[in-house]
Protein backbone atom coordinates (compact mmCIF):
# COMPACT_ATOMS: atom_id res chain seq x y z
CA UNK A 1 0.00 0.00 0.00
CA UNK A 2 0.88 3.65 -0.69
CA UNK A 3 -0.15 7.00 0.33
CA UNK A 4 -1.78 7.91 -3.40
CA UNK A 5 -5.60 8.13 -3.26
CA UNK A 6 -7.51 5.04 -2.42
CA UNK A 7 -8.83 3.12 -6.06
CA UNK A 8 -12.51 2.32 -4.10
CA UNK A 9 -14.50 4.30 -2.06
CA UNK A 10 -12.87 3.59 1.46
CA UNK A 11 -13.86 0.67 3.96
CA UNK A 12 -12.37 1.20 7.82
CA UNK A 13 -12.38 -1.79 10.02
CA UNK A 14 -12.15 -1.08 13.99
CA UNK A 15 -10.77 -4.50 15.02
CA UNK A 16 -10.84 -4.91 18.86
CA UNK A 17 -9.24 -7.53 20.26
CA UNK A 18 -10.59 -7.23 24.38
CA UNK A 19 -8.20 -6.40 27.14
CA UNK A 20 -4.88 -6.24 24.35
CA UNK A 21 -2.03 -4.45 26.29
CA UNK A 22 0.92 -3.28 24.56
CA UNK A 23 3.15 -5.75 25.96
CA UNK A 24 1.04 -8.86 25.24
CA UNK A 25 0.71 -7.27 21.55
CA UNK A 26 5.07 -7.27 21.18
CA UNK A 27 5.52 -10.30 22.32
CA UNK A 28 2.91 -11.79 20.21
CA UNK A 29 4.14 -9.84 17.23
CA UNK A 30 7.78 -11.30 17.94
CA UNK A 31 6.23 -14.83 17.75
CA UNK A 32 3.90 -14.97 14.89
CA UNK A 33 1.48 -12.14 14.87
CA UNK A 34 2.55 -11.95 11.49
CA UNK A 35 -0.59 -9.64 10.61
CA UNK A 36 -0.14 -7.25 13.90
CA UNK A 37 3.16 -7.36 13.22
CA UNK A 38 2.42 -6.31 9.61
CA UNK A 39 0.29 -3.56 10.68
CA UNK A 40 2.57 -2.21 13.23
CA UNK A 41 5.64 -2.50 10.54
CA UNK A 42 2.98 -0.28 8.32
CA UNK A 43 1.46 2.26 10.24
CA UNK A 44 1.52 3.54 13.24
CA UNK A 45 1.54 2.70 16.60
CA UNK A 46 0.87 4.53 19.92
CA UNK A 47 3.15 4.69 22.47
CA UNK A 48 1.17 5.55 24.94
CA UNK A 49 -2.82 4.86 25.16
CA UNK A 50 -5.30 4.92 27.54
CA UNK A 51 -9.38 4.45 27.22
CA UNK A 52 -12.08 5.98 29.55
CA UNK A 53 -12.94 4.53 32.79
CA UNK A 54 -12.59 0.89 32.36
CA UNK A 55 -15.65 0.16 34.77
CA UNK A 56 -17.56 -2.83 33.57
CA UNK A 57 -20.87 -0.57 33.50
CA UNK A 58 -21.52 2.97 32.39
CA UNK A 59 -23.80 3.86 35.53
CA UNK A 60 -25.13 7.76 36.26
CA UNK A 61 -25.67 9.68 39.57
CA UNK A 62 -28.72 8.64 39.65
CA UNK A 63 -27.91 5.01 39.02
CA UNK A 64 -29.27 4.77 35.37
CA UNK A 65 -27.57 2.81 32.70
CA UNK A 66 -27.81 5.02 30.05
CA UNK A 67 -26.21 2.38 27.65
CA UNK A 68 -26.74 -0.49 28.99
CA UNK A 69 -24.35 -2.86 30.44
CA UNK A 70 -21.82 -1.61 27.77
CA UNK A 71 -18.61 -0.35 28.86
CA UNK A 72 -17.09 3.19 28.69
CA UNK A 73 -14.10 2.16 26.90
CA UNK A 74 -16.35 0.59 24.05
CA UNK A 75 -19.35 3.62 24.20
CA UNK A 76 -16.24 6.00 24.00
CA UNK A 77 -14.48 4.85 20.93
CA UNK A 78 -17.76 5.10 18.69
CA UNK A 79 -19.09 8.61 19.90
CA UNK A 80 -15.94 10.22 19.95
CA UNK A 81 -16.89 11.64 23.48
CA UNK A 82 -15.43 10.92 26.99
CA UNK A 83 -19.04 11.16 29.03
CA UNK A 84 -21.95 9.49 28.11
CA UNK A 85 -24.96 11.17 29.32
CA UNK A 86 -27.61 9.99 26.59
CA UNK A 87 -28.40 7.33 24.32
CA UNK A 88 -29.50 10.34 21.98
CA UNK A 89 -25.84 11.12 21.62
CA UNK A 90 -24.48 11.18 17.79
CA UNK A 91 -22.21 8.03 16.98
CA UNK A 92 -19.88 6.73 13.99
CA UNK A 93 -22.65 4.08 12.79
CA UNK A 94 -25.57 7.22 13.18
CA UNK A 95 -23.01 9.10 10.95
CA UNK A 96 -22.44 6.66 8.18
CA UNK A 97 -25.57 5.79 8.11
CA UNK A 98 -26.39 9.51 7.51
CA UNK A 99 -23.90 8.91 4.53
CA UNK A 100 -25.46 6.66 3.26
CA UNK A 101 -23.08 3.27 4.28
CA UNK A 102 -23.60 0.60 5.95
CA UNK A 103 -22.19 -0.47 9.05
CA UNK A 104 -22.16 -3.92 10.81
CA UNK A 105 -20.86 -4.34 14.70
CA UNK A 106 -20.33 -7.73 15.48
CA UNK A 107 -18.88 -8.86 19.09
CA UNK A 108 -18.26 -11.88 21.46
CA UNK A 109 -20.29 -10.44 24.46
CA UNK A 110 -24.24 -9.94 25.22
CA UNK A 111 -23.12 -6.32 26.26
CA UNK A 112 -22.98 -5.19 22.91
CA UNK A 113 -26.40 -5.65 22.33
CA UNK A 114 -26.55 -1.92 23.20
CA UNK A 115 -25.26 -0.50 19.86
CA UNK A 116 -28.79 -0.70 17.71
CA UNK A 117 -27.48 2.18 15.96
CA UNK A 118 -25.29 -0.56 13.86
CA UNK A 119 -27.14 -2.02 10.45
CA UNK A 120 -26.31 -5.12 11.42
CA UNK A 121 -25.86 -6.23 14.86
CA UNK A 122 -24.54 -9.42 16.28
CA UNK A 123 -23.55 -9.94 20.20
CA UNK A 124 -22.91 -13.09 22.13
CA UNK A 125 -21.71 -15.05 25.02
CA UNK A 126 -21.70 -17.87 23.05
CA UNK A 127 -20.00 -16.54 19.97
CA UNK A 128 -16.46 -17.94 19.00
CA UNK A 129 -13.71 -15.63 17.84
CA UNK A 130 -14.25 -17.22 14.49
CA UNK A 131 -17.92 -16.80 14.65
CA UNK A 132 -17.65 -13.31 15.00
CA UNK A 133 -15.20 -12.69 12.70
CA UNK A 134 -17.34 -14.50 9.94
CA UNK A 135 -20.36 -12.44 11.04
CA UNK A 136 -18.80 -9.04 10.05
CA UNK A 137 -16.97 -10.93 6.24
CA UNK A 138 -20.68 -11.69 5.56
CA UNK A 139 -22.19 -8.11 5.01
CA UNK A 140 -18.66 -7.22 3.83
CA UNK A 141 -19.50 -9.68 0.98
CA UNK A 142 -23.16 -9.38 0.97
CA UNK A 143 -24.20 -5.80 1.40
CA UNK A 144 -21.07 -3.53 0.71
CA UNK A 145 -20.75 -2.26 4.43
CA UNK A 146 -17.60 -0.16 4.67
CA UNK A 147 -18.11 0.67 8.67
CA UNK A 148 -16.98 -2.71 10.20
CA UNK A 149 -16.56 -3.18 14.37
CA UNK A 150 -15.79 -6.09 15.30
CA UNK A 151 -14.96 -7.33 18.93
CA UNK A 152 -13.17 -10.84 19.45
CA UNK A 153 -13.81 -11.54 23.26
CA UNK A 154 -12.36 -14.81 23.91
CA UNK A 155 -9.07 -13.77 24.69
CA UNK A 156 -10.22 -13.31 28.21
CA UNK A 157 -11.02 -16.60 28.79
CA UNK A 158 -7.82 -17.63 28.25
CA UNK A 159 -6.13 -14.72 31.30
CA UNK A 160 -4.62 -16.77 34.39
CA UNK A 161 -3.02 -13.74 35.48
CA UNK A 162 -0.17 -10.79 34.36
CA UNK A 163 2.30 -13.25 34.08
CA UNK A 164 0.81 -15.21 30.97
CA UNK A 165 0.63 -12.61 28.55
CA UNK A 166 4.32 -12.63 28.88
CA UNK A 167 4.92 -16.55 28.42
CA UNK A 168 5.09 -16.91 24.97
CA UNK A 169 3.78 -20.24 25.41
CA UNK A 170 0.92 -19.82 27.36
CA UNK A 171 -2.68 -20.53 26.46
CA UNK A 172 -3.02 -16.56 26.27
CA UNK A 173 -0.12 -16.21 23.98
CA UNK A 174 -1.62 -18.77 21.81
CA UNK A 175 -4.58 -17.56 21.43
CA UNK A 176 -3.37 -13.84 20.68
CA UNK A 177 -1.89 -16.03 18.05
CA UNK A 178 -5.31 -17.53 16.39
CA UNK A 179 -6.64 -13.94 17.09
CA UNK A 180 -3.92 -13.06 14.87
CA UNK A 181 -5.08 -15.44 11.75
CA UNK A 182 -8.44 -14.69 12.58
CA UNK A 183 -7.01 -10.95 11.32
CA UNK A 184 -5.39 -12.70 8.27
CA UNK A 185 -8.92 -13.91 7.52
CA UNK A 186 -10.39 -10.09 7.13
CA UNK A 187 -7.10 -9.10 4.76
CA UNK A 188 -7.90 -11.88 2.55
CA UNK A 189 -11.84 -11.07 2.42
CA UNK A 190 -10.96 -7.12 1.91
CA UNK A 191 -7.89 -8.02 -0.83
CA UNK A 192 -10.84 -10.83 -2.82
CA UNK A 193 -13.25 -7.95 -2.73
CA UNK A 194 -11.00 -5.48 -4.29
CA UNK A 195 -10.94 -3.09 -1.41
CA UNK A 196 -7.42 -3.46 0.55
CA UNK A 197 -5.53 -0.78 -1.32
CA UNK A 198 -8.69 2.03 0.29
CA UNK A 199 -9.67 0.06 3.63
CA UNK A 200 -7.97 1.78 7.23
CA UNK A 201 -7.64 -0.77 10.01
CA UNK A 202 -7.68 0.59 13.42
CA UNK A 203 -5.97 -2.02 16.21
CA UNK A 204 -7.24 -1.59 19.61
CA UNK A 205 -7.83 -2.99 23.48
CA UNK A 206 -11.37 -1.98 24.50
CA UNK A 207 -9.30 -1.56 27.77
CA UNK A 208 -6.18 -3.05 29.65
CA UNK A 209 -6.01 -5.38 32.56
CA UNK A 210 -5.67 -6.25 35.71
CA UNK A 211 -2.95 -7.54 38.01
CA UNK A 212 -4.79 -10.53 39.49
CA UNK A 213 -5.81 -13.93 38.14
CA UNK A 214 -9.03 -12.74 37.33
CA UNK A 215 -10.23 -11.89 33.87
CA UNK A 216 -11.11 -8.33 34.70
CA UNK A 217 -10.35 -4.61 34.35
CA UNK A 218 -10.98 -2.87 37.86
CA UNK A 219 -10.58 0.91 37.04
CA UNK A 220 -8.38 1.25 40.82
CA UNK A 221 -5.94 -0.99 38.82
CA UNK A 222 -3.77 1.72 36.11
CA UNK A 223 -3.24 -1.26 33.87
CA UNK A 224 -6.63 -1.44 32.79
CA UNK A 225 -6.64 1.99 31.64
CA UNK A 226 -4.04 0.90 29.08
CA UNK A 227 -4.86 -0.62 25.98
CA UNK A 228 -2.74 -1.27 22.44
CA UNK A 229 -3.80 0.95 19.14
CA UNK A 230 -2.26 0.90 15.86
CA UNK A 231 -3.75 2.78 12.76
CA UNK A 232 -3.12 1.39 9.35
CA UNK A 233 -4.37 2.50 5.45
CA UNK A 234 -3.94 5.19 2.97
CA UNK A 235 -2.08 8.14 4.05
CA UNK A 236 -0.90 6.94 7.35
CA UNK A 237 2.90 7.00 7.61
CA UNK A 238 4.71 3.86 7.86
CA UNK A 239 6.53 2.28 10.44
CA UNK A 240 6.10 5.37 12.34
CA UNK A 241 5.05 6.27 15.94
CA UNK A 242 2.93 8.71 18.03
CA UNK A 243 3.25 9.63 21.72
CA UNK A 244 -0.46 9.39 22.76
CA UNK A 245 -3.46 9.02 22.21
CA UNK A 246 -7.19 7.97 24.27
CA UNK A 247 -9.78 5.46 22.69
CA UNK A 248 -12.12 8.58 22.21
CA UNK A 249 -9.86 10.03 19.18
CA UNK A 250 -10.79 6.65 17.05
CA UNK A 251 -14.10 8.06 16.48
CA UNK A 252 -12.94 10.84 15.30
CA UNK A 253 -10.31 9.24 12.90
CA UNK A 254 -13.15 6.97 11.48
CA UNK A 255 -15.30 10.26 10.54
CA UNK A 256 -12.36 11.54 8.93
CA UNK A 257 -11.45 7.97 6.76
CA UNK A 258 -14.79 7.79 5.91
CA UNK A 259 -15.12 11.58 5.34
CA UNK A 260 -18.67 11.42 7.28
CA UNK A 261 -18.24 14.99 8.69
CA UNK A 262 -18.18 16.17 11.92
CA UNK A 263 -19.63 13.92 15.17
CA UNK A 264 -22.26 15.75 16.89
CA UNK A 265 -21.07 14.31 20.23
CA UNK A 266 -24.12 15.39 22.97
CA UNK A 267 -26.95 15.64 20.44
CA UNK A 268 -28.89 15.57 22.88
CA UNK A 269 -30.74 18.34 24.18
CA UNK A 270 -31.60 16.98 27.64
CA UNK A 271 -27.77 16.06 28.77
CA UNK A 272 -26.32 18.35 31.69
CA UNK A 273 -23.40 19.19 29.92
CA UNK A 274 -23.29 22.54 28.26
CA UNK A 275 -20.84 21.34 25.44
CA UNK A 276 -22.04 19.48 22.95
CA UNK A 277 -19.77 18.10 20.56
CA UNK A 278 -17.17 15.57 20.52
CA UNK A 279 -14.33 15.87 23.18
CA UNK A 280 -11.86 13.51 21.47
CA UNK A 281 -8.86 14.96 19.70
CA UNK A 282 -8.05 14.26 15.74
CA UNK A 283 -5.07 12.39 15.46
CA UNK A 284 -3.82 14.63 12.22
CA UNK A 285 -0.17 13.16 13.27
CA UNK A 286 -0.81 9.38 12.07
CA UNK A 287 -0.64 11.09 7.88
CA UNK A 288 2.21 11.01 5.94
CA UNK A 289 3.59 14.82 5.85
CA UNK A 290 2.64 15.66 9.38
CA UNK A 291 4.22 16.46 12.70
CA UNK A 292 4.74 13.36 14.79
CA UNK A 293 2.77 15.22 17.66
CA UNK A 294 -0.01 16.88 17.66
CA UNK A 295 -1.82 19.65 20.83
CA UNK A 296 -3.35 16.85 22.74
CA UNK A 297 -5.31 17.51 26.10
CA UNK A 298 -4.13 14.19 27.66
CA UNK A 299 -7.61 14.20 29.45
CA UNK A 300 -7.24 11.02 30.92
CA UNK A 301 -4.04 10.70 31.71
CA UNK A 302 -4.92 14.24 33.41
CA UNK A 303 -7.32 12.52 35.48
CA UNK A 304 -4.96 9.73 36.99
CA UNK A 305 -2.20 11.95 37.74
CA UNK A 306 -5.04 13.73 39.26
CA UNK A 307 -5.79 11.38 41.73
CA UNK A 308 -2.10 9.81 42.45
CA UNK A 309 -2.69 6.80 39.98
CA UNK A 310 -4.90 5.31 42.29
CA UNK A 311 -8.27 5.60 40.74
CA UNK A 312 -11.38 4.40 42.68
CA UNK A 313 -13.83 1.50 40.93
CA UNK A 314 -16.34 4.31 40.74
CA UNK A 315 -17.40 5.85 37.57
CA UNK A 316 -18.75 8.46 39.28
CA UNK A 317 -15.34 9.67 40.37
CA UNK A 318 -14.14 9.77 36.40
CA UNK A 319 -16.91 11.29 35.72
CA UNK A 320 -16.91 14.22 37.82
CA UNK A 321 -13.13 14.79 37.60
CA UNK A 322 -13.81 14.72 33.25
CA UNK A 323 -16.41 17.79 33.85
CA UNK A 324 -13.82 19.68 35.21
CA UNK A 325 -11.37 19.02 33.18
CA UNK A 326 -13.75 19.58 30.07
CA UNK A 327 -14.62 22.82 31.42
CA UNK A 328 -17.98 21.66 33.20
CA UNK A 329 -18.85 21.78 36.64
CA UNK A 330 -20.53 18.21 37.93
CA UNK A 331 -24.14 18.11 39.30
Sequence with gaps: MTGSAPAAEPVAVIFVIDGLQPDAAALAMANGA??????????????????????????LPDGSLPWGTSSPPNVAMHTGTHIFESRQMDDIFL?????????VFSGGAENYKEFTTADFLYASNAYSDSTTVEHSLRHLRTDGTRLIRLHVQRL??????????????????QHLLHVDRLLGTVFQALRAAGLWDSTYVIIAGDH?????????????????????MS??????????????????????????????GPLH???DSQVSIRRKGTTGTELT???????????????????????????SDD????????????GEEPE
Excluded at 236 to 247: L, N
Design 231 to 260: FFGPGIKRGASIPYAESPDIALLVARFLAL
Design 265 to 267: GHA
Design 34 to 59: NNLRFLHDNGVWVEEAYCPSPAPRLR
Design 285 to 311: NIFEGQPREVPHPRHIRAFLQSVGWKP
Design 208 to 228: GMGMTEQSDHPPSTPTSWQPY
Design 315 to 326: YGEYRRAMLKLL
Design 156 to 173: RDAWRGPQEKLNPGSRYQ
Design 95 to 103: AARRAGMRS
